[in-house]
T-cell receptor, first 115, second 116 residues
Framework: GAGVSQSPSNKVTEKGKDVELRCDPISGHTALYWYRQSLGQGLEFLIYFQGNSAPDKSGLPSDRFSAERTGGSVSTLTIQRTQQEDSAVYLC?????????????FGPGTRLTVL | AQTVTQSQPEMSVQEAETVTLSCTYDTSESDYYLFWYKQPPSRQMILVIRQEAYKQQNATENRFSVNFQKAAKSFSLKISDSQLGDAAMYFCAYRSAQGGSEKLVFGKGTKLTVNP
């Protein structure tokens, strides 16, 4: 079936605005991950979902960042009051969630630019 | 906390030649998984190869193979018969085998250029 999809592909926003990024995982994948890729910090883990719950939120950089997942499928990452340092590519990945060795399959990412 | 280091920001190779990308990691765990991902300009991360730490045999996938040295905490990627399509960013990643730690920890990446 289809791979992980993310929308929008690119997002330009003004500082202080809220943004929502969407991730549609591979059908049947119970585990979902958000990562952030920026020039200065490389690839950083943000949050991990198993089903609708988030056992690991340790990577969220501030309380401006939040994420939810409904119906064990689509996830939304919300950034409130965006700052210029939030500019990055936000990557979503999913896996079967059955074994730790399960491969994480990545989406094409959303490039966020905060002006 | 685990860390992953890729000491080569950029590498280049001639088409049809062999290139080795380096990766070292730091962990106190004895069981874990290691991965190499490729990221072309399209931004889509693609799994190239993976290695379970408990396996002594090095993983191989067609032209891609690894040299896993557990004691040295080293996990290098060898690309044989390089092709123009191999040009991309390559990321080494670590994942704990302990439950609850599902995240991948990535290195900074190596940009591979393949010259015709």
């Amino acid at each position: 079936g289809a791979g992980v999809s993310q929308s929008p592909s690119n997002k330009v926003t003004e500082k202080g605005k809220d943004v929502e990024l969407r991730c549609d995982p591979i059908s049947g994948h119970t585990a979902l991950y958000w990562y952030r890729q920026s020039l200065g910090q490389g690839l950083e883990f943000l949050i991990y979902f198993q089903g609708n719950s988030a056992p690991d939120k340790s990577g969220l950089p501030s309380d401006r960042f939040s994420a939810e997942r409904t119906g064990g499928s689509v996830s939304t990452l919300t950034i409130q009051r965006t700052q210029q340092e939030d500019s990055a590519v936000y990557l979503c990945a999913s896996s079967r969630g059955q074994l730790l060795s399960d491969t994480q399959y990545f989406g094409p990412g959303t490039r966020l630019t905060v002006l | 906390a685990q860390t992953v280091t890729q000491s080569q920001p950029e590498m280049s190779v001639q088409e049809a030649e062999t290139v080795t990308l380096s990766c070292t990691y730091d962990t106190s765990e004895s069981d874990y998984y290691l991965f190499w991902y490729k990221q072309p300009p399209s931004r889509q991360m693609i799994l190239v190869i993976r290695q379970e730490a408990y396996k002594q045999q090095n993983a191989t996938e067609n032209r891609f193979s690894v040299n896993f040295q557990k004691a040295a905490k080293s996990f290098s990627l060898k690309i044989s018969d390089s092709q123009l399509g191999d040009a991309a960013m390559y990321f080494c990643a670590y994942r704990s085998a302990q439950g609850g730690s599902e995240k991948l920890v990535f290195g900074k990446g190596t940009k591979l250029t393949v010259n015709p």
